[in-house]
């Protein structure tokens, strides 16, 4: 989200752009899908046993982060700056209810300028995209970025205790951090790095909570011992391509408007991911010998995530590069693991955390002129392009600020919740599953014989027999 | 009576099935099984993590039969069986004591 907030001259002049607000709702909806997409994806890559705990870690931020956002979120995020560019807040925010937030639309102009401060009412012109779909669009990214650390931390966590930590984690984690980057705060505003939609405040927030973790949490049971291998391996690429659909609202949307920017960012988001997979497949090939299916959605996630900061501020042949070489990156990056003796599940760490930092990082390299598209926007041009270090220093400065943050923080209140005893199963609940034993489920049921009969049930009087009969008359022996 | 036991590639278990029946076998039970022998397993690799899964699956045939039957029977499965490579399976027979037809009550060489 680079241009933020424009102060409107006038409010009286603005008017709502039905173009720009139809592509930020479609964007909102496309985000939205993304957490589901990514709780298959996760889904797929976990134990049998597990499955449906891993889905309902995501699904819940989807319930949790929505609750939130709506009584103080958008305002800690997007509201007036605060503390001098830390925490955003701004009290016609609260509730999203207030009749100047309806009537309000959000401005996409030149970038917010520290030291100004938000008129008594809300922003206004710009694009003419109404507050409240905006305030949407956002949600979506607060929503999935809890949603990321998940995978990390798969089958050991207790799903209460998951919940509480997502709802402290966004509070004192993703809202500040989102309004550094995307807001009024000090990332976007004050030093002017670059993420067009969330290298640094989803990414690498996300990959650096889940190293945080890894670590408070420590390795489930029987691990480099027992097999965990994927359960369902087209889940994980159903997943991954239910992500890369959903990512085009992210950063193509990201935006704020339908425009030729947003086209760019359409465009880098598709060539990096299908350089990125083939990246992947290739350091595959040589290292194992084959390429995977795994490797194949792996990869284009590697892709997804590094050319997310990026996508509007390179072109597409550096976007291109970017893609390439984050899949490389990655793919050597998730054995990592078993060289330091982390249990990162599903590789967070090796994917997001890793990915995001190529993606920010090379900005600085692969930086290209699209002040001359956007008309008006500051245009930044990094090292290959005659830029000097600059930008890659604020890149550095950026993302190595958020790491560093989330991964405090994080450990932190990690560290209270597993103390308070409500965050980490016990062995025996890891052994047994955490479908069964979290939530009295199981995810898939072969065999009508071995599934067991009903010893309880509740509002029907009618007798199970004779249902069970005709289900096993089907059978054979 | 004899119950010949088999276990062998499952994609053989058509024609085991036709050349029993031409046999005029009357029934047998078919079970997924995985084991290993000499032909042990495979390696798969997830995101550079190797797994050796060494129980590969298998399909287990059971034939109850006639003592005077058994060297067609196991001699038909051997032959239907057979690709020549590595992991094609084996074959066995063991002695059985009794043999009742659940419907009728009725008792070994009877209830075949």
């Known amino acids: ?477 | 009576m004899k119950l010949v036991t088999a276990i062998i590639k499952p994609f053989k278990l058509e024609e085991v099935k036709i050349a029993l029946e031409n046999l005029g076998i009357q029934g047998l039970t078919v079970s997924e099984v995985s084991g290993f022998g000499r032909q042990r397993g495979h390696t798969e690799v997830y995101r550079g993590a190797e797994y050796t899964v060494d129980l590969v699956p298998k399909v287990k045939i059971e034939v109850l039969v006639g003592t005077v039957d058994v060297t067609k029977v196991v001699d038909a499965v051997t032959e239907a069986a057979r690709t020549g490579k590595i992991g094609d399976g084996k074959v066995w027979v063991t002695d059985v004591d009794a043999v009742v037809r659940v419907r009728t009550g009725e008792r070994d060489e009877d209830a075949l």
């Open chain 1, 1 to 477: 989200m680079q241009p933020a907030i424009l102060l409107a001259a006038d409010p009286a002049t603005a008017t709502l752009d039905s173009g720009n607000t139809a592509w930020i709702l479609a964007s909102a909806a496309l985000v939205l899908l993304m957490t589901p997409g990514l709780a298959f994806f996760y889904g797929g890559m976990v134990r049998a046993k597990n499955v449906l705990n891993m889905l309902m870690m995501n699904f819940i931020c989807l319930a949790v982060v929505g609750v939130l956002w709506a009584f103080y979120g958008f305002s800690w995020s997007f509201g007036a700056t605060r503390w001098g560019g830390l925490i955003g807040s701004s009290a016609n925010f609260y509730g999203l209810g207030n009749p100047d937030v309806l009537d309000s639309l959000w401005g996409f102009g030149p970038i917010y300028k520290i030291g100004s401060t938000l008129p008594a009412g809300i922003a206004t012109a710009g694009a003419g995209v109404p507050v409240l779909v905006f305030a949407m669009f956002q949600l979506m990214f607060a929503m999935i970025t809890p949603a990321l650390i998940s995978g990390a931390i798969a089958d050991r966590v207790k799903f209460w205790g998951w919940t509480l930590f997502v709802g402290i984690w966004v509070t004192v984690v993703y809202f500040p951090i989102a309004n550094w980057v995307f807001g009024t705060g000090w990332i976007l505003n004050k030093i002017r790095a670059e993420d067009f939609a969330g290298g640094t405040a989803v990414h690498i927030n996300a990959g650096a909570a889940a190293l945080a973790l890894v670590f408070v949490l420590g390795k489930r049971v029987g691990w480099r011992r027992d097999p965990m291998k994927p359960h369902n391996v087209p889940f994980v690429l159903l997943g991954a391509s239910l992500l890369w659909f959903g990512w085009f609202g992210f950063n193509a949307g990201s935006e704020g408007g339908a425009d030729a920017i947003a086209g760019l960012a359409f465009t880098n988001t598709t060539i990096a991911t299908c350089a990125a997979t083939l990246g992947w497949l290739l350091v595959e090939q040589f290292r194992d010998g084959k390429p995977t299916t795994v490797g194949a959605a792996s990869g284009a996630v590697a892709g997804l995530v590094a050319i997310t900061p990026a996508c509007a501020f390179v072109s597409p042949l550096g976007g291109m590069a970017i893609g390439f070489i984050a899949g490389i990156l990655c793919a050597l990056a998730v054995g990592l693991k078993y060289r330091f003796g982390f249990d990162d599940a599903l590789d967070v760490v090796g994917v997001h955390l890793v990915g995001g930092l190529t993606g920010t990082i090379l900005i600085g390299f692969f930086g290209f002129d699209h002040g001359a598209l956007a008309g008006g926007v500051e245009s930044k041009r990094g090292l290959f392009y005659g830029g000097g270090l600059k930008l890659l220093e604020v890149q550095v400065v950026a993302a190595l600020s958020v790491l560093a943050y989330s991964f405090v923080i994080t450990f932190i209140i990690g560290t209270a919740l597993k103390k308070l005893g409500v965050f980490r199963v016990s062995e025996e609940v890891e052994i047994t599953g955490l479908d069964e034993s979290e939530h009295a489920e199981s995810a898939y049921s072969f065999s009508t014989v071995l599934s067991g009969g009903l010893s309880h049930l509740t509002g029907s009087t009618s007798e199970p027999s004779e249902s069970k009969s005709s289900e096993l008359s089907g059978k054979g022996v």
